[in-house]
């Protein structure tokens, strides 16, 4: 199994802003992605974190919007650009290891706009 | 992608086996069931998965139709910690992407 921290675990922020939340995985994994839950509802894939290349969006989501890094096998980031009170959410990464396709999921980050 | 359908709640006595069902009836012969679980306020925790045997981890069994169109899991003596919501998932086996249903929100009553 692997263990993922996310940073940060929750923020307050402002219409118009950008936040940048950090995903570690304490060992290399093979995938990566990125979850939307809102709150009362179930988890929403938004993107797969692509190492050394551009992430791979689901339906609904854009990397002007969402824009994601992958530099390496341990660390993704996802930036959640121009916030409104509906970007409030709670924000999950994942990592799916090496020979073995479970995902592992971070503690989410709780966002709130104002 | 093969989509889920399972029941939007169950109750549960506490001690007592807790079959919580799920059909994927589109499923194709190579995709795997997961089975996942969301404790209030934490990230989805992975319990057990598989592709056509049952399966048994020290958390639960995994019971899978002989035509793979359905599955159980089955938390064998649950306790007031197993309440939580429980997602049955069959990722696309072209990719691994997980795409979560409602799920089965469980409660254990003491």
């Known amino acids: 199994s692997a263990v993922i921290s996310q940073k940060p675990s929750r923020d307050i922020c402002q219409r118009g802003t950008s936040l940048t939340i950090q995903c570690q995985v304490d060992?290399?994994?093979?995938?990566m992605f990125w979850y939307r839950q809102q709150p009362g509802q179930s988890l929403t894939l938004i993107a797969t974190?692509?190492?050394?290349?551009?992430?791979?969006?689901e339906s609904g989501f854009v990397i002007d919007k969402f824009p994601i890094s992958r530099p390496n096998l341990t660390f993704s980031t996802l930036t959640v650009s121009n916030m409104s009170p509906e970007d409030s959410s709670i924000y999950l990464c994942?990592?799916?290891?090496?020979?073995?396709?479970?995902?592992?999921f971070g503690p989410g980050t709780r966002l709130t706009v104002t | 992608d093969a989509k889920t359908t399972q029941p939007p709640s169950m109750d549960c006595a506490e001690g007592r086996a807790a079959n919580l069902p799920c059909n994927h009836s589109?499923?194709?012969?190579?995709?795997?069931v997961y089975w996942y679980r969301q404790i209030h306020s934490q990230g989805p925790q992975y319990i057990i998965h598989?592709?056509?045997n049952n399966e048994t981890n020290e958390m639960a069994s995994l019971i899978i139709t002989e035509d793979r169109k359905s599955s159980t899991l089955i938390l064998p003596h649950a306790t007031l910690r197993d309440t939580a919501v429980y997602y049955c998932?069959?990722?696309?086996?072209?990719?691994?992407?997980?795409?979560f249903g409602t799920g089965t929100s469980l409660t254990v009553i003491p």
């Open positions: 994942s990592g799916a290891g090496q020979g073995g396709n479970e995902q592992y």
């Open positions: 060992s290399q994994v093979t995938m």
């Open positions: 974190a692509n190492q050394g290349s551009e992430a791979t969006y």
């Open positions: 589109t499923i194709s012969g190579n995709e795997y």
């Open positions: 598989g592709l056509k």
């Open positions: 998932i069959v990722p696309p086996n072209t990719g691994n992407q997980f795409y």
